[in-house]
């Protein structure tokens, strides 16, 4: 996987983000987010970045602590010393040797990444059954799989 040669933001060690971040470009990660990532761009998560959160991006570096799931729509490189609890899907998928992952892992043909966590989560067969709308327009899910 090629490096990234600009990065267009920086979250550094001393920083703490809690929310969605949306954006273009590439975006590295040395300090604590937690929340949702949505991307056209790249993202990486450096060796002191601790990420909790649901990512949909074009690429992603990761050689930090990831808790969550992870959707490339190109490319998911995970590298040493890194650490993911959670599922990661991408057409192409690179672990490295000595890194943690625990989760499920899947690949597939290039197709238009989803949009929501929760197209995400039917994608990664996370969600087993998505209940009737109920009044408020909110869906009931059932059936998470453990």
């Known amino acids: ?59 992603i570096v990761c050689s930090g602590e990831f808790h969550g799931n992870i959707y490339g729509d190109k490319v998911i490189d995970i590298r040493r010393p890194g650490k993911i609890i959670g599922n990661i899907e991408a057409p192409t998928i690179i672990i490295e040797e000595g890194v943690t992952f625990k989760g499920m892992c899947y690949t597939h043909s290039p197709k238009k990444m989803p949009t929501s966590n929760l197209d995400i989560q039917s994608n990664m067969g996370i969600i087993k059954k998505v209940d009737k709308v109920n009044k408020d327009n909110k869906s009931n899910i059932k059936g998470l799989k453990q």
């Open 1 to 59: 996987m090629k490096k990234f040669e600009n990065v267009d933001c920086f979250i550094g060690r001393d920083v703490e983000f809690i929310g969605k971040l949306i954006f273009h470009g590439t975006v590295k990660i040395d300090g604590v987010f937690k929340g949702e990532i949505s991307s056209a761009g790249n993202l990486i998560i450096g060796d002191n970045g601790k990420v909790e959160a649901d990512i949909f991006a074009s690429s």
